[in-house]
């Protein structure tokens, strides 16, 4: 909490604060605009719920306001199959075992879709 803290402290009042969080649900591999499998994202979300924990606390103190709320997607593209499962190798995040033999063939391009939440937090008047 100690550089949280820091930060809001080193912003103006009034000043704006961008909270930028992965959300559930697990992130989707998709093909064609066609759902191939699923991401196991619970090791990233496990980090980003304490994080937003410690953003809401500063909430609840006051000393940031939530001005605005966007949920949206973020996609990653991919060449093909082979690049994506690379890109995987030395993640917390996981491809299923039983997906990778699948995307190994996929010579198309492939997209890993995450939905993401911002947050515009504004810097409560230091009293």
């Given at each position: 909490?100690?550089?949280?803290?820091?930060?809001?402290?080193?912003?103006?009042?009034e000043g704006a604060?961008?909270?930028?969080?992965?959300?559930?649900?697990?992130?989707?591999?998709?093909?064609?605009?066609?759902?191939?499998?699923?991401?196991?994202?619970?090791?990233?979300?496990r980090r980003a719920?304490?994080?937003?924990?410690?953003?809401?606390?500063?909430?609840?103190?006051?000393?940031?306001?939530?001005?605005?709320?966007?949920?949206?997607?973020?996609?990653?593209?991919?060449?093909?199959?082979?690049?994506?499962?690379?890109?995987?190798?030395?993640?917390?995040?996981?491809?299923?075992?039983?997906?990778?033999?699948?995307?190994?063939?996929?010579?198309?391009?492939?997209?890993?879709?995450?939905?993401?939440?911002?947050?515009?937090?504004?810097?409560?008047?230091?009293?």
């Amino acid at each position: 909490m100690d550089v949280l803290s820091n930060m809001v402290n080193a912003v103006r009042p009034e000043g704006a604060v961008l909270d930028l969080q992965v959300i559930r649900p697990n992130p989707c591999v998709e093909v064609d605009d066609r759902f191939v499998c699923e991401v196991d994202g619970e090791p990233l979300f496990r980090r980003a719920d304490a994080a937003t924990a410690a953003i809401d606390a500063l909430i609840r103190q006051g000393l940031l306001i939530e001005q605005v709320v966007d949920d949206h997607d973020v996609r990653k593209h991919y060449p093909d199959g082979a690049d994506l499962v690379d890109d995987f190798k030395d993640k917390e995040r996981q491809l299923p075992h039983d997906a990778i033999p699948i995307l190994l063939s996929i010579s198309r391009p492939c997209v890993v879709r995450e939905n993401c939440r911002l947050r515009r937090l504004g810097v409560a008047e230091k009293s």
